[in-house]
């Protein structure tokens, strides 16, 4: 398995931005597609962004396109997750995650199974 560490989160005002950071252990790490997950209080887990073990393709909630970029810089084994124009709406707890199968790219939550120990993200209003 892979062993993720996620954080940058923070407090920021409505139209800032931050930026987030998933770093891995592990040799194995660029073999990965690897996902941003949030989860607000009451709300179930849903997913941000996924970005493919080579970086060539990605996915994007709705909620975030045009807003938000995934990208990824294999030799330092680490995931980013640019934040920009944030939304009170966007206030959540912030995962990273690896599927159980490495080089499958999904978007699915039940295929994910390393989870990161998450970052709080708060936008005030």
């Known amino acids: 398995q892979v062993q993720l560490v996620e954080s940058g989160g923070g407090l920021v005002q409505a139209g800032g931005s931050l930026r987030l950071s998933c770093t891995a252990s592990?040799?194995?790490?660029?073999?990965?597609?690897i996902g941003w997950f949030r989860q607000a209080p009451g709300n179930e887990r849903e997913v941000v962004a996924v970005?493919?073990?080579?970086?060539?393709?990605?996915y994007y909630a709705d909620a975030v396109k045009g807003r938000f970029t995934i990208s990824r810089d294999n030799a330092e084994n680490t995931v980013y997750l640019q934040m920009n124009s944030l939304k009170p709406e966007d206030t959540a707890f912030y995962y990273c995650?690896?599927?159980?199968?490495?080089?499958?790219?999904?978007?699915?939550?039940?295929?994910?199974?390393?989870w990161g120990q998450g970052t709080q993200v708060t936008v005030s209003s």
């Open positions: 995650a690896a599927p159980t199968i490495a080089g499958k790219f999904t978007t699915t939550l039940a295929d994910f199974s390393s």
């Open positions: 970005i493919s073990w080579r970086g060539g393709t990605t």
């Open positions: 592990g040799r194995t790490f660029r073999s990965y597609a």
